[in-house]
RNA sequence: GGUCCCUUCGUCUAUCGGUUAGGACGCCAGAUUUUCAAUCUGGAGAGAGGGGUUCGACUCCCCUAGGGACUGCCA
């Protein structure tokens, strides 16, 4: 026994999406919860694609909602289950439900059931078939639906580990229709039977299912099923409080990484969106994995805030490996058409370093890395230009063969130069930093003087001093 | 309409009957200064409203208001 993972406890979650777009950074969140959850009780993380509405599901959705997934490392420890193909079971357990006597054929029509809905409604109760308890019609094999036969009295009671106890009338709640006419299984009968014979023991999902929640139940009950635990966390809303949609800048987990964050950075965010462990903000996936428990998960909707997020990332882009923010920085660059010299590669991989701290996205970085990859001779700012007197020139100069005598070419060694420089010629660093930024970066934002020499290198610092010397002489 | 859920600084949250209501992001000011950041220091900033219960309520109960979900042969 290993004595680092948590014991075997039993648990299994699932996240459930339905392949009929992108994945949405909310479902991703309940993606995240679930995957916690399952870790940090040394548990299960399934997936199951909810594909039973053949109108909607497409494969594109599909793989659009699993390159997601990836993208943010969240991982199913079983083959991915497809809803679909489990029709005959559906199929099986209605039969099953019919000779309980818990399931009932309904022969209304659309017409009919439109008026019922609508009857219903005016007099703000549930609505009730009237072959619940009808003999059968002339014809029973015209066309009808299987619905269930849920109670008329006492309560269902849903304990939710999140929003708490919460119970409903059974009176209230609806005969909800299991097989549709062509003899399809319905999401609310699919849900049940699959999270049953999966093991599903905590059903982590957005808090619009609380109402089916009880419904389900029910289901359990009549088939002597388990009743899972049920935790129903709050939706993600946009800044301003509504139903996050596009116009609040982006919904797709693919958007995120098209903006620069990384997996580990929108994973931090997510989980601090609707949860929190004390004082801590920022934290790896160990800590998260040790820290979460679905019961300490907020009742109420978070907003999503695009500032908190871009500290969030910040902070794990600056803790991230330089190799591989070279790579994002790279792509993003050719992602976006940027011009790039032959050697770009290495120019961001030796800048890197140097303005990962200021940079809270992938995007940022590929900006603030932007002066190292201009190709010499740099055209220079009209202000830059204006600043180099003669007595600058001659003193750059001079500082040029400080450089060139420089022993070692780091961080370090080249403020202490500038430094000692300043001294020896007595004067401030406003005498000759600006000019001398303006030449090494041609006007681009980039960090400190020696920073930008580090990261350029001892060649190309040099080589654009002497063009700028040059072309003044 | 009915059922159900939610409500602490602008935002994310802590508090789990007794705190000057804490932290983080953002914001403002100062420090630093070779641009922009980053960094450091300080500051402003909250219990939706009204009733109870209690010696004492952000915390428990009720009402009101506001927000949301569901009310499909969608999931």
């Known amino acids: 026994m290993s004595s680092s993972s948590p014991a075997p406890s039993g648990v299994v979650t699932r996240f459930a999406p339905s392949p009929t777009g992108f994945l949405h950074i909310g479902g991703a969140r309940t993606a995240l919860f679930n995957w916690l959850y399952a870790r940090h009780t040394g548990g299960k993380f399934l997936i199951r694609v909810e594909d039973t509405d053949r109108e909607r ?30 029709a005959d079971r559906h199929r099986e357990v209605v039969q ?83 097989l549709r006419n062509d003899g399809a299984p319905t999401y609310n009968l699919a849900v049940v039977v699959d999270d ?45 409080g509504a139903k996050l949609s596009k116009r609040h800048g982006a919904q797709a987990v693919g958007e995120f990484a098209d903006m620069g964050y990384i997996p580990e950075g929108l994973r931090n965010y997510l989980a601090r969106l609707g949860w929190g462990h004390g004082d801590d903000e920022v934290f790896n996936d160990e800590q998260a994995i040790s820290w979460f428990d679905v019961k300490d998960v907020v009742k109420a909707p978070a907003r999503l805030d695009w500032a908190k997020l871009n500290f969030i990332n910040s902070q794990h882009l600056r803790q991230a490996d330089d190799t591989r923010l070279t790579a994002l920085t790279l792509k993003a660059l050719k992602a976006a058409g940027t ?51 003669e007595e600058t020139v001659a003193r750059l100069a001079r500082l040029r063969e400080h450089l ?62 002497d063009d700028a010397l040059a072309s003044r002489a």
Request: proline content about 7%; glycine content about 8%; some cysteine.
């Open 57 to 86: 599901s497409t494969e594109a959705a599909v793989a659009a909602i699993f390159e997601g997934l990836d993208w943010l490392g969240l991982k199913s420890d079983e083959e991915p289950i497809f809803q679909y193909s489990r």
């Open 96 to 178: 099953e439900l019919l000779a309980k006597g818990r399931a009932y054929r309904c022969w209304m029509t659309v017409e009919e059931l439109e008026a019922a809905r609508e009857k219903a409604r005016a007099e703000g109760r549930a609505i009730r078939s009237p072959w619940r308890d009808a003999p059968p019609p002339a014809d029973p094999s015209a066309p009808h639906v299987i619905r269930f036969k849920g109670p008329l009295e006492g309560e269902t009671l849903v304990d939710d580990m999140v929003k708490g106890p919460v119970t409903f009338r059974n009176i209230e709640l609806d005969d909800l229709v299991l």
């Open 196 to 240: 049953h014979d999966m093991g599903v023991t905590h059903v982590i999902r957005g808090d619009d299912h609380l109402n089916n929640a009880a419904r389900q139940s029910l289901i359990y009950q009549a088939m002597e099923w388990d009743v899972p635990a049920f935790a129903h966390i709050p939706l993600i809303h946009g800044p301003d």
């Open 339 to 389: 011009d790039l010299p032959a050697d770009a590669e290495a120019r961001i991989a030796s800048t890197v370093p140097q303005v990962k701290e200021g940079a809270k996205t992938i995007l940022e970085l590929g900006e603030h890395v932007a002066f190292a990859l201009k190709v010499r001779p740099l055209t220079l700012e009209e202000k830059t230009a204006k600043q180099l007197s």
């Open 404 to 465: 060139a005598a420089a022993p070692v070419w780091g961080v370090a060694e080249l403020e202490a130069l500038l430094k000692s420089f300043a001294e020896s010629e007595a004067v401030g660093f406003g005498k000759f930093g600006p000019p001398l930024r303006g030449i090494l970066t041609g006007g681009a934002q980039a960090p400190d003087l020696n920073k930008i020499m580090a990261a350029l290198g001892r060649d190309e610092s040099l080589g654009r001093l």
